[in-house]
């Protein structure tokens, strides 16, 4: 078993973000491409942004601190601490409104079985 603590990891990879060139820092912190399930802990310091891209399977984006703005074509999702966002699928963006920590949860779908 693994135990993270995702405030400290959080805090710490926000300070990493404020000093970046890019404004972003992030670590997996369980799964990995060699998995279905991927969690990743992203920092964004405020006004950066993860531009518009593919849903790669289900996922889901849980605020631990700041604000963020998902936006998928026209609709947009405003998230807060504690809120977790249903990522649409096809293409879609996260805005930092304030320095924030994300924690992006991905499960793709198993290959087909081979016989």
């Given at each position: 078993m693994?135990?993270?603590s995702l405030i400290a990891l959080g805090r710490h990879h926000l300070n990493q973000a404020k000093r970046?060139?890019?404004?972003?820092?992030?670590?997996?912190?369980?799964?990995g491409h060699e998995h279905h399930l991927r969690q990743?802990?992203?920092?964004?310091?405020?006004?950066?942004?993860?531009?518009?891209h593919e849903n790669p399977g289900e996922a889901t984006v849980q605020v631990l601190l700041g604000r963020v703005l998902l936006r998928a074509g026209s609709a947009e999702w405003n998230g807060s601490p504690g809120d977790l966002l249903t990522v649409p699928d096809g293409r879609h963006a996260l805005d930092?409104?304030?320095?924030?920590?994300?924690?992006?949860?991905v499960a793709t779908p198993a290959p087909p079985a081979s016989d």
């Open positions: 693994q135990k993270v970046a060139s890019s404004g972003r820092s992030a670590e997996t912190v369980f799964g990743t802990l992203i920092a964004l310091r405020s006004g950066e942004s993860l531009s518009e930092a409104v304030e320095d924030s920590v994300i924690l992006l949860t």
